[in-house]
């Protein structure tokens, strides 16, 4: 078997859907069994893993490759294929602290200097992303994204490199350039998976026909897609022009505000069903958020008669 292990930061609020049963040996001999609840336990499809959370915000995970259908450094590659996963789920980057494995009677470790969580918030990609409150993961969801991150194809590639990309959009400290580099994704990773790179004075490219080459291998038939790619591409354009040429910056931006902050979590979302629709999840449908002023309150408060 190809084992390996992987600790991370992931943050407060992160609920597991497993409870897992944990027994303190001598010499074999168990003396004491423990239910905890708060973990992951999965066996199937030649995997083997069981993480569980060790504090508020650091998760420890295990695993068991079969070697008959993984190779040898899958087993290193699964803890970063994790960290992807997580992050995708939880809508917060996710820190990959330290991650080992054995080959050939040696064993690999490496160590990363600490990096800060950082929520995603209305950049959060999955689209059941909760903007504020705990994250709950999907076991299902999950092994399957991480299957997806750990292969080495175009498209995996492509939604590591979006995931990485919203990240950085997160961390930016104005919603200009926010909004920008969230814009720029779009177009980024259409023009990789059709392989027509960037080339100055090259007009032969049309992200149309590349959006629409998208949507026929990996999305359903229909209006609703045929909409909301549409939807994509118009929104991409608002957010990319108004940032890329401000003209605001003369004067109040209003409704324009409101505008780019509803449209940026409605193109981040569509990212989320993209990597969705790469992963092989199926019949997946268009759900985006209604407006942010249609919003209810988080919470109410109310003084008693």
């Not at 950049?123 to 292969?151: N, S, Y």
């Not at 926010?178 to 779009?186: A, D, P």
């Not at 409101?258 to 019949?283: H, K, Q, V």
Request: charged content about 30%.
């Amino acid at each position: 078997m190809h084992t390996g292990e992987a600790l991370f930061d992931v943050g407060r609020g992160l609920m597991l859907p497993d409870t897992l049963e944990c027994t303190t040996s001598i010499e074999r001999k168990p003396i004491r069994r423990r239910i905890r609840p708060g973990g992951i336990s999965y066996d199937s499809d030649g995997i083997r893993l069981q993480a569980s959370l060790v504090s508020e915000t650091r998760l420890r995970m295990y695993w068991e490759l079969c070697p008959s259908q993984w190779k040898p450094r899958d087993a290193w590659g699964l803890a970063e294929a994790a960290q992807a996963a997580l992050s995708f789920l939880c809508g917060r980057t996710v820190a990959l602290l330290e991650r080992r494995t054995r080959r050939r009677q040696r064993e690999y470790i490496e160590r990363r200097r600490r990096e800060p969580v950082t929520e995603l918030r209305i950049l959060a990609l999955h689209p059941r992303a909760r903007v504020i409150g705990p994250q709950c993961l999907d076991k299902q969801e999950f092994i399957k994204l991480t299957t997806f991150f750990l292969g080495r194809c175009t498209k995996s590639s492509v939604a590591g490199k979006m995931c990485a990309q919203m990240a950085e959009a997160a961390r930016q400290r104005t919603c200009a350039a926010r909004e920008l580099l969230c814009s720029t994704v779009l177009e980024a990773s259409l023009r990789t998976l059709s392989r027509k790179p960037f080339e100055p004075g090259d007009r032969a490219f049309r992200i149309k026909d590349s959006m629409d080459e998208f949507r026929r291998e990996h999305f359903t038939e229909g209006e609703d897609w045929e909409s909301a790619c549409n939807d994509a591409l118009e929104v991409r354009n608002r957010l990319r022009h108004r940032n890329a040429h401000p003209d605001w910056l003369t004067g109040d931006e209003g409704d324009k505000g409101d505008e780019a902050f509803d449209d940026t979590i409605r193109l981040s979302r569509f990212y989320g069903y993209m990597i969705l629709a790469m992963a092989g999840f199926p019949g997946l449908n268009p759900n985006f958020p209604k407006p942010h002023k249609c919003w209810n309150p988080i919470f109410e408060m109310t003084r008693p008669e």
